[in-house]
């Protein structure tokens, strides 16, 4: 089974680093763009950047630029979204997506998801 | 960067319905366009693809359309499990995906 598992909810205070992961296993994990999405409290998504975990090769969208890393360990098929200083507006979830290969580049496989919550 | 104007944000339909979303792109995507479906609690699940291309495993009343700027999303007969959040991304930006802000549709 193609699967992304996410690692588990994180509660953090302003100014804390922090980084999460997403495991793909049941398909060949280099071959696929891995895509991260925002989702603020009742809100819509928003696409932050992906990365290439054959060569690490990483985009990322101009609003997110600058504010995240995106990363990745081939050799274990995670990667990652890490904050080097958290902000309050940054509490949202996360979702990490495969990037198809044929079909547009549609996100075809989901996390479950990870909670960041900011608070001091 | 290319911007995406879902409408209606909200829609208020019953059981057995014909409902229509549609999706603007602020520029020609050809056919990048995806749809999404989301349930409170859960993670997006892709529907459609390059515009009107069925994901495996979803039922068929779900279809899409549209090339260029304009598209749609169209559910030709509402089911009581279709009640969720629908969101268009494009897919044409060179790793600058962007969605659009979502619609709601509700029962009615």
């Known amino acids: 089974e193609v699967q992304l598992v996410q690692s588990g909810a994180e509660v953090k205070k302003p100014g804390e680093s922090l980084k999460i992961s997403c495991k793909g296993s049941g398909y060949s994990f280099t071959s696929y763009w891995i895509g991260w999405v925002r989702q603020m409290p009742g809100k819509g998504l928003e696409w932050m950047g992906i990365i290439y975990p054959g060569d690490s090769d990483t985009r990322y969208s101009p609003s997110f630029q600058g504010q995240v890393t995106i990363s990745a360990d081939k050799s274990i098929s995670t990667a990652y979204l890490q904050w080097s200083s958290l902000e309050a507006s940054d509490t949202a979830m996360y979702y990490c997506a495969r990037h198809t290969v044929t079909g547009a580049n549609a996100m075809d496989v989901w996390g479950q998801g990870t909670t960041v919550t900011v608070s001091s | 960067d290319i911007q995406m104007t879902q409408s209606p944000s909200s829609l208020s339909a019953s059981v057995g319905d014909r409902v229509t979303i549609t999706c603007r792109a602020s520029q020609s995507i050809t056919i990048y366009l995806n749809w999404y479906q989301q349930k409170p609690g859960k993670a997006p699940k892709l529907l459609i693809y390059?515009?009107?291309s069925l994901q495996s495993g979803v039922p068929s009343r779900f279809s899409g359309s549209g090339s260029g700027t304009d598209f749609t999303l169209t559910i030709s007969s509402l089911q009581p499990e279709d009640f969720a959040s629908y969101y268009c991304q494009q897919t044409y930006s060179t790793s600058k995906y962007t969605f659009g802000q979502g619609t709601k549709l509700e029962i009615k």
């Open positions: 390059a515009a009107s």
